[in-house]
Structures are given as structure tokens and as C-alpha cells.
């Protein structure tokens, strides 16, 4: 069975700087990983997922997120926040066999101006 | 990408009553979810909804309480049934692989919500 752990479930950043959300998984077999967003009474978009290709995934709205099995981490980044970015995020993997996704409990990015 | 709705976006309930939520996808897609987000928390998988044959539950999920139609490759529903006020959250669909719009089934696609709210 796989499972996310997504630490801190509150980040704020200043606009402008580095935006970092943790993301660790367990899995025993190799995972598909997926990163989500969801802004305030809308439902969930997808922003990138890794799928055994690269490493190094980007995404849309300038996120990326680096898959490292050595440490069982899926990190999102952004390397300028925006206003816009304000939402909640959540991190999220599926063993591929059934597609059936596990979600992290989710962090709440809020950006200062 | 496939568009993805849902009906009613949100609704307000009284106990004891079932509301039914519609999700209609514009294009045929392969597999089909429903999923659950409490207040403040993230999202639970209630089932997936089988074309043609009875939906798959998730521990914790039972046909009787959270019935699932899925009478074609397009459309499903799920019935929140005898309503308390902690069935209030929102319930999301989700679809994953399909014919067109939709490459593969390892990705899962969201619809935008219904918001349920129990009296």
C-alpha cells in the first residue's frame, strides 16, 4: 500500500521568493507521483506528475517537482511566488496498477505582498 | 483535456433526505471516482464507478449509504443517501484514461466539485 506525507500544512511566503512544499511517499512498487492544486470552492488541477520518465518534472504556472527515490521525496517548487499561487497543494501517489490515488493531507500556500 | 462537470455545484440538505450528483464527462473516458473532502481535510476515495456492473468501495464505503450508477462511458452518479450532518463536505468526480482527450489511465482528471452541506 502506498501512502504521502506532505510536512507542514501551512507555508507563507513573500511574492517574489522561493516557494517549497514537501512531499515524501511509501511505496512498494515504483510509484506514480502527482502534484495537485486546488484554489479556494474549485475542484482539484493537476500540475505535474512523474511517471518513470525524468527525474526533473515541470509543470504548469512554472512548477517543478524532482523525484529522488534515494529519499522517497517529491518536493514542488517555484522559484518565484506570485499572488495567484495562494491555494491549497496536495501531493498524491498511485502504485499504477489500479490508478487508485493516495492523497497527502495537503498544505495551504498563502503569499504576502 | 476533457472538460469535466458536475451537478448541482453545491446544495444544502436536510437530514434524513439523499441527494443524488450528477458527473458528465464530454468525451468517453475509461475509469471513473468518486471521492469525498471533509472541512479542512483532504481527499478520501469513496469507489470507483464500473461501467455497466456495481461500483468498487473503498473500506469504510457501502453501497446502501453512497449508491454509484455508471450507465455509459460518459456519465455517472453518486447518491449521498439518508443524510446526517457529517455527510456534509465535497464531493469530487474524477476521470482517468479514454479515447480522445485523455491518454492514459495512470492520470486522474477532477471535476469541479459539489459542496453538500446537512442540516
Known amino acids: 500500500a502506498q501512502s504521502v506525507t506532505q510536512l507542514g500544512s501551512h507555508v507563507s511566503v513573500s511574492e517574489g521568493a522561493l516557494v517549497l512544499l514537501r512531499c515524501n511517499y511509501s511505496?512498494?512498487?515504483?510509484?506514480?507521483l502527482f502534484w495537485y492544486v486546488q484554489y479556494p470552492n474549485q475542484g482539484l488541477q493537476l500540475l505535474l506528475k512523474?511517471?518513470?520518465?525524468?527525474?526533473l518534472v515541470k509543470g504548469i504556472n512554472g512548477f517543478e517537482a524532482e523525484f529522488k527515490k534515494s529519499e522517497t521525496s517529491f518536493h514542488l517548487t517555484k522559484p518565484s511566488a506570485h499572488m495567484s499561487d495562494a491555494a491549497e497543494y496536495f501531493c498524491?501517489?498511485?502504485?499504477?496498477?489500479?490508478?487508485?490515488?493516495?492523497f497527502g493531507a495537503g498544505t495551504t500556500v498563502t503569499v504576502r505582498a | 483535456s476533457a472538460v469535466i462537470s458536475q451537478k448541482p455545484s453545491r446544495d444544502i440538505c436536510q437530514r434524513g433526505t439523499s441527494l443524488t450528483i450528477q458527473c458528465q464527462v464530454d468525451?468517453?473516458?475509461?475509469?471513473m471516482f468518486w471521492y469525498r473532502q471533509q472541512p479542512g481535510q483532504s481527499l478520501t476515495l469513496i469507489a470507483t464507478?464500473?461501467?455497466?456492473?456495481?461500483?468498487?468501495?473503498e473500506s469504510g464505503f457501502v453501497i446502501d449509504k453512497f449508491p454509484i450508477s455508471r450507465p455509459n462511458l460518459t456519465f455517472s452518479t453518486l447518491t449521498v443517501s439518508n443524510m446526517s450532518p457529517e455527510d456534509s463536505s465535497i464531493y469530487l468526480c474524477?476521470?482517468?484514461?479514454?479515447?480522445?482527450?485523455?491518454?492514459?489511465?495512470?492520470?486522474?482528471?477532477f471535476g469541479p466539485g459539489t459542496r453538500l452541506t446537512v442540516l
Open positions: 464507478a464500473n461501467q455497466g456492473s456495481e461500483a468498487t468501495y
Open positions: 468525451s468517453q473516458v475509461t475509469m
Open positions: 474524477s476521470v482517468a484514461g479514454g479515447l480522445a482527450g485523455l491518454s492514459s489511465t495512470d492520470t486522474q482528471y
Open positions: 511505496s512498494s512498487v515504483p510509484p506514480y
Open positions: 498524491a501517489v498511485s502504485d499504477g496498477d489500479d490508478y487508485k490515488l493516495s
Open positions: 512523474y511517471t518513470s520518465a525524468a527525474t
